[in-house]
């Protein structure tokens, strides 16, 4: 498949499955449903004592939806410890589309005015499927996760899809679980998109998977301070005291 609909996409992630790439200039994309599947515990975020000062301190300034694109395109960057991406033009048209209907969004980290690392992916329904995480900057990525799992936990989702385990993630609390297990999950987090996106096994309809959200991805920016720590603002010493708290 050479270009992508936004309501297959949608679809497809519904049913379990995603698109990749064989590399950033392939010319089409390819389906994958992965037999174990990674995914990241939204109570389960480990917090290590040096990530916990590097919130503290707001070493970096993390936004939401503030650079979709740029976070896009870092993420399909070649890199001295990543010579190659998955994410080729069609991939990255889709999901730029995908973010102006409200679906993608993205998690940034600055240091000043320079985008340092961040990550973007797909809500759906109570589900989040983290696509990519990208860093140039030391613990960039992983402040962009420590936020992003804080985000999620505030906005009721159910379920942090990371597809392929890695040591890095695993490092972060990220487990290994079946397909079958998975579909467990995702069904559960997909519950009331209405009978398409709980049945499965084809395309769900753009009108089902529009429903009214069943998360909020800006629900950490709008319960604001007063109800999560006396009214002191959303940084970095708040989430780290948020994932402390639910870790």
């Not at 994410?87 to 048209?93: D, G, L, Q």
């Not at 906005?155 to 040591?167: E, K, N, S, W, Y």
């Not at 679980?177 to 499965?200: C, P």
């Amino acid at each position: 498949m050479k270009w992508l609909d936004p309501e297959i996409v949608l679809g497809a992630y519904a049913v379990g499955v995603f698109p990749m790439a064989d590399h950033r200039n392939a010319e089409t994309v390819y389906w994958v449903e992965p037999k174990r599947r990674a995914v990241l515990p939204l109570d389960g975020f480990r917090l290590s004592h040096s990530l916990r000062k590097v919130l503290a301190q707001d070493r970096y300034r993390v936004t939401a939806d503030q650079a979709f694109g740029d976070v896009l395109a870092l993420c399909g960057e070649a890199a001295p410890d990543r010579p190659e991406t998955w994410i080729n033009s069609s991939i990255a048209e889709v999901f730029g589309r995908l973010h102006d209907m409200g679906f993608a969004h993205s998690i940034e980290c600055w240091d000043g005015d320079d985008l340092v690392g961040g990550l973007y992916g797909l809500a759906l329904g109570r589900a989040f499927f983290g696509e990519s995480m990208v860093s140039r900057a030391r613990d960039a990525s992983k402040v962009a996760l420590a936020w992003l799992v804080a985000r999620l936990r505030a906005g009721g989702f159910t379920l942090l899809d990371c597809q392929f385990q890695t040591d890095h993630l695993a490092s972060l609390g990220a487990v290994e679980i079946s397909r079958a297990d998975y579909l467990g999950l995702l069904s559960a987090a997909l519950s009331g998109l209405g009978d398409a996106a709980a049945a499965g096994g084809g395309a769900v309809p753009l009108s089902a998977l529009a429903a009214p959200s069943l998360a909020d991805f800006f629900a950490l920016d709008r319960v604001g301070a007063a109800s999560l720590a006396d009214s002191a603002p959303v940084n970095g010493k708040l989430i780290a005291q948020l994932l402390v708290q639910t870790s």
